[in-house]
C-alpha cells in the first residue's frame, strides 16, 4: 500500500509549534516568573480535562449525562486544549472503537508508534476512515447547540481560549513580558496535544491486558497519570460506555473520574454509567491475559 501523501500545512504548523515549545520551555526554565510557568501548568490540566471529561467521556462516548452550565464550562475547557472542534474529536473516536487497529480507525496503531502518535495529523486520511466517517451516527452531537456552537466559532475561540487567555493574563496580573507568556502558552499546548496522543500510541502497545488479550489497548499507568486517567485503555475498550474508563478504586491515577463525581454531587452531572463487578470479573476470566485481581 503506498503511503499516504503529507498534508504539508499541517506538518509545518506541527514543526513551529515544537520549535515554540522548546523556547516556551527554555523561558519557563530561566526568565519568565514563576506563576507565569504555574499558569500553564493550570491551564494545561484544564484543556487536558476538557479533552478527558468532556470530547471523551461526554460527547464521544455519552458515559454520563452533563447539564448545560457544565457543558458550556466543558466545551471552553476543551477548546483550550486546542484540539479541534468537538464534533469532529468525538466523529473520529467513535471511527476508532468501532474499528480499531483497521484502515478504518483514524490513528490506527497497527501501522506503528509514530503514525498513531501524530502522523494521522500529517497524512490524508485512509479512504476508508472517510468512507466509515459517512456512516457514523452523530445526530445526537448535531442536536447539542454547545457542540454545533463551537464548531461554528471554533476558530476565533481557539485564538482566544487557548492562546489569547493564558498569554494576556500573565502579562496583565504580574507583568510577564507578552513574549515568555505566549511561548508558555504554546508550551502548554503542546505537553496537552502529546498526553492526548500517548493514549493513541503508547497506551495501544504497552501494558497489560487483564480484561481482553484479543485487542492491542493495554493498561498503561505512565499514559493515564499524565493522560488524568485515559492510560486504563485495555478496560476502557473493554467497556467503553464506564464514565470512569477504569476499575481501578480511588482517583490517584483517575483525576477525571473525581472531576465528574464532584459535577455530579453539585448536580451539574446524572446518569453516570458503570459496569457491574460480575460483568467485568467474567470478561477477565473469559478473555483475559491472567493479570486480573478482583478489586
Known amino acids: 500500500r503506498p503511503p499516504s501523501p503529507l498534508v504539508w500545512r499541517s506538518v509545518l504548523f506541527f514543526v513551529a509549534l515544537h520549535l515554540l515549545s ?15 510557568s504555574l499558569f500553564g501548568i493550570a491551564c494545561y490540566a484544564i484543556g487536558g480535562m476538557g479533552v478527558t471529561a468532556g470530547a471523551h467521556r ?46 478504518a480507525d483514524p490513528h ?10 501524530c502522523g494521522w495529523l500529517v497524512l490524508r486520511k485512509h479512504p476508508e476512515v472517510r468512507r466509515q466517517g459517512a456512516k457514523t451516527d452523530l445526530s445526537d452531537l448535531l442536536a447539542d447547540p454547545v457542540v454545533m456552537f463551537q464548531k461554528r466559532y471554533y476558530l476565533p475561540l481557539a485564538v482566544l481560549v487557548c492562546f489569547a487567555v493564558p498569554t494576556v493574563v500573565p502579562w496583565y496580573f504580574w507583568g510577564e513580558s507578552l513574549t515568555n ?48 486517567g485515559e492510560g486504563w485503555h485495555n478496560y476502557h ?15 490517584g491515577a483517575n483525576l477525571t473520574t473525581a472531576f465528574i463525581d464532584l459535577c455530579s454531587r453539585l448536580g451539574l452531572a446524572h446518569s453516570l454509567k458503570t459496569v457491574p463487578a460480575d460483568v467485568v470479573e467474567r470478561r477477565a476470566a473469559r478473555n483475559g491475559d491472567g493479570s486480573y485481581r478482583k478489586r
Open 22 to 36: 522548546v523556547l516556551g520551555l527554555i523561558r519557563a526554565l530561566t526568565a519568565a516568573h514563576w506563576l507565569t
Open 58 to 103: 461526554l460527547w464521544s462516548h455519552r458515559s454520563y449525562s452533563a447539564r448545560l452550565p457544565l457543558r458550556v464550562l466543558l466545551m471552553l475547557m476543551y477548546t483550550m486544549a486546542g484540539q479541534n472542534h468537538i464534533y469532529e474529536w468525538a466523529r473520529d473516536h467513535r471511527l476508532h472503537h468501532r474499528h480499531s487497529e483497521t484502515d
Open 181 to 228: 507568556a505566549f511561548l508558555i502558552s504554546v508550551l502548554k499546548y503542546v505537553m496537552t496535544l502529546h498526553c492526548t496522543w500517548l493514549v493513541n500510541s503508547a497506551a495501544h502497545m504497552w501494558g497489560m491486558h487483564p480484561y481482553d488479550r484479543h485487542i492491542s489497548p493495554a493498561e498503561n499507568a505512565a499514559v493515564a497519570l499524565s493522560a488524568f
Open 108 to 117: 490506527n496503531a497497527s501501522r506503528g508508534f509514530f503514525f498513531a502518535h
Open 237 to 251: 475498550h473493554s467497556f467503553p460506555w464506564d464514565y470512569k474508563t477504569a476499575e481501578l478504586p480511588g482517583y
